[in-house]
């Protein structure tokens, strides 16, 4: 498989702008030709056609086209040609619910599996391509009929994953609520993203990518921070 899974979209630098190289490279591994799936569906707030002519316009210097499932008649068959797909953030039980309803949660996976499209998912497309969304830090502003996703990755991801407790604030910590989740789930393991990074995923190969690295949860282990560089699923 060929997976680029981001923490964020978003920098001072612009939008997606800090992750273009590592987006060249993933989408150098199948020819350009043709257009680039982009699912919309995480964007509550934001208009669906406002959303792909933003994603359309951070990609075009890369020479990828882009061009949204929402404006497609028959979707389902647009992946099975698709050689990449991209999920974009927002909020994750909006995307959940609409992928599982249209049947593109399956065929999207489906075809990434197969190893015919890549896929470049980022905070809550991030989210998608884990066996559950049950470590977003999304509020569920819809019921999307199940928390069980892609499965793409034998780990939950945590996008946007900080640490801060501003004085005062009595409410937990993330690394608390993360580890309330690997109580419960010992035998699955979160990494917890910071902005600016990603986990890269080529075969069986996983790497993290970005300088300020990610926070590894698992069981009832403490929480440690790994390096930028490869991750040993082992």
């Known amino acids: 498989m060929n997976l680029l899974l981001l923490s964020n979209s978003t920098s001072d630098a612009g939008y997606l702008t800090h992750a273009l190289p590592w987006i060249d490279e993933w989408a150098a591994r199948h020819e350009r030709s043709g257009e680039a799936l982009f699912v919309p569906f995480a964007g509550v707030t934001r208009g669906w056609d406002d959303y792909e002519a933003l994603v359309a316009q951070a990609l075009a210097p890369l020479a990828l086209r882009v061009r949204s499932v929402h404006r497609l008649a028959d979707p389902l068959a647009a992946v099975q040609g698709a050689r990449h797909l991209l999920v974009g953030g927002g909020n994750s039980f909006a995307l959940l619910g609409r992928l599982r309803a249209t049947g593109l949660l399956a065929a999207i996976a489906a075809r990434v599996r197969s190893g015919e499209a890549s896929y470049l998912g980022w905070s809550a497309g991030s989210n998608v391509a884990c066996p559950t969304i049950c470590t977003t830090n ?42 309330e989740f690997t109580t419960l789930r010992p035998d699955m393991p979160v990494l917890g993203l910071p902005e600016g990074t990603g986990l890269r995923v080529l075969d069986d190969g996983y790497r993290l990518l970005g300088a300020a690295g990610a926070r590894w949860f698992h069981g009832a282990a403490a929480p440690q921070w790994l390096a930028e560089g490869p991750l040993d699923m082992t």
């Open 138 to 179: 999304d509020m569920p502003i819809t019921d999307p009929g199940g928390l069980d996703a892609m499965g793409l990755v034998p780990l939950q991801i945590n996008a946007h994953y900080t640490d801060v407790h501003p004085p005062g604030h009595r409410g937990e910590t993330r690394e608390q609520r993360l580890r």
